[in-house]
């Protein structure tokens, strides 16, 4: 059953679904008639079933018997934000999608200096819109409660404005080294917030591996495999799944 998210919150039995994108996906693209029940997601995060009462194609709105849904949320219990170097554009938009989906909360872009991909000011806004489109798809796609944020810094600097209770950053080297127990330690310790910096396809610089050592980042290994620069954050967030929602406690 597909779900939506809604920008009002839900207070009554009753709800009209009005946004353009959603009226067409419902009753255009879906061809839902009156009876058939979609999810819908407000801002406070919870869950109901909405069954469709009237399709007012005329004014392209949705009268809908609204009932809420107790189930439990599919959120990571830990904050997760990957901030990942500019990539060419289909691995950023892949990223986006991905990360979405595996349960990540922000989804931060930054400029590196082996990073191959640089944003001109005048398009930032256009990306992020797409991006961030990207993320509410696949946000719906695999039943999340909330779209992440996609954000864009121009420097690394800028990523210490993010800075989570634990602050990461894969660095292959740490990975040749055979380094394999930092993350894990990290993780035993059960912070509430994460961020995992992620280099481009050439790598951090050294410089920027200081910098970031210098305020507070863990240099940590992703395994002893050389991973791609689409394919760590991924490997990241599969390993935070298993720690906080898989394994028995």
Not at 28 to 45: A, C, F, N
């Amino acid at each position: 059953m597909e779900q939506y998210f809604v920008k009002e919150i839900i207070n009554s039995d009753k709800f009209t679904i009005d946004e353009a994108e959603t009226f067409k996906h419902i009753a255009k693209v879906m061809r839902h008639k009156t009876g058939d029940i979609v999810y819908l997601v407000d801002p406070s995060e919870k869950l109901y079933a909405a069954t469709i009462d009237e399709i007012d194609s005329e004014n392209n709105n949705i009268l809908t018997s609204i009932e809420l849904v107790n189930r439990p949320s599919t959120e990571m219990p830990v904050d997760v934000t990957v901030a990942c170097s500019l990539s060419k554009k289909d691995k950023i938009e892949w990223i986006t999608q991905k990360s979405t989906e595996l349960g990540a909360k922000t989804i931060i872009f930054f400029d590196s200096k082996y990073s191959i991909m640089k944003w001109k000011t005048n398009v930032v806004e256009k990306k992020l819109a797409r991006l961030q489109e990207i993320a509410k798809n696949a946000a719906q796609q695999s039943k999340r409660r909330i779209i992440p944020e996609v954000i864009y810094v121009n420097k690394l600097a800028d990523l210490l404005k993010y800075q989570a209770e634990a602050n990461l950053v894969a660095y292959e080297e740490s990975a040749k080294q055979g380094e394999i127990s930092r993350l894990g330690q990290t993780l035993n310790q059960s912070p509430k917030s994460v961020l995992c910096a992620f280099g481009p396809e050439g790598g951090f610089a050294p410089d920027e591996i200081d910098f970031l050592n210098q305020n507070d980042f863990v240099s940590v290994g992703l395994g002893p495999r050389i991973m791609r620069a689409e394919t760590a954050p991924m490997y990241f967030l599969s390993v935070l799944s298993y720690k906080y929602e898989l394994t028995v406690k």
